[in-house]
């Protein structure tokens, strides 16, 4: 079993939203990437309550920039006969408060999303076969056949969409964030959470999340200010 003090990466799905397709700024070596059609879903996610337990379940707290990305493992899902897509970003480490990594080395952090193969299981609970009227003339066995024909065409339903996490957006190829990360050794991966990742942008924390009070206390706060008070809470343990 895969422990985390954070999450397993086999999150539980609640929704699905079709939102059509955007481009974005990825290495991932996938040439339709940006022709699929784009959804976003969401998942529960564990909160801390204060920036020191945040610190403190961190095993590893740096500034670093994503460097380059690619396909990872396939979790086992329910909606899908493939799996849940993950994606590996290479991120090269600028600054580092807590941990054991050198400045200026490479680690790898997974995240959910990818190139996703959703099938007729999940379909089928958002969407229903409809009913299908009798057609003038039609003989009672035409219609039983054409119904049936509609049941297997719903049974063999299969998409291939882009997915992302609505919380956890994938990294974009050269984007910097302060990330608070949780080491995986079965996987040779580090994962967060949402409140564990801040994108940095004119030196100040841009929050993933609003909701909870670390977010709220990191968002816009210089990043100077907060690289001392980090560090000041990792030296005090």
Not at 89 to 96: E, G
Not at 113 to 123: A, D, E, L, P, S
Not at 153 to 162: C, H, I, L, R, S
């Amino acid at each position: 079993m895969i422990r985390s003090k954070f999450l397993s990466i086999g999150l539980l799905l609640i929704t699905l939203v079709f939102l059509g397709c955007e481009n974005r700024n990825s290495e991932i070596s996938t040439a339709n990437k940006d022709n699929l059609p784009r959804v976003y879903s969401t998942a529960k996610w564990p909160v801390f309550s204060t920036l020191e337990e945040l610190i403190a379940q961190s095993d590893l707290i740096v500034v670093a920039k994503a460097v380059k990305q690619k396909p990872g493992r396939l979790v086992p899902d329910m909606s899908s006969t493939v799996g849940l897509p993950t994606t590996n970003t290479s991120l090269f480490v600028v600054a580092l408060l807590k941990g054991d990594v050198k400045i200026k080395s490479t680690i790898i952090v997974e995240q959910t999303g990818g190139i996703y193969v959703q099938t007729n299981r999940k379909k089928q609970l958002e969407e229903p076969i409809p009913e299908l009227p009798a057609e003038a003339g039609e003989t009672p066995e035409g219609y039983a056949q054409r119904l049936k024909d509609h049941e297997e065409e719903k049974q063999n339903f299969e998409e291939t969409v882009w997915l992302e996490l609505k919380e956890d957006p994938l990294f974009m190829v050269g984007e910097e964030d302060l990330l608070f990360l949780d080491w995986i050794p079965e996987l040779n991966v580090y994962q967060f959470i949402p409140q564990g990742r801040y994108q940095i942008e004119a030196n100040k924390l841009v929050a993933l999340s609003s909701e909870d009070s670390v977010s709220k206390y990191l968002n816009a706060k210089a990043l100077d200010g907060a690289f001392k008070e980090i560090k000041a809470v990792v030296d005090s343990k």
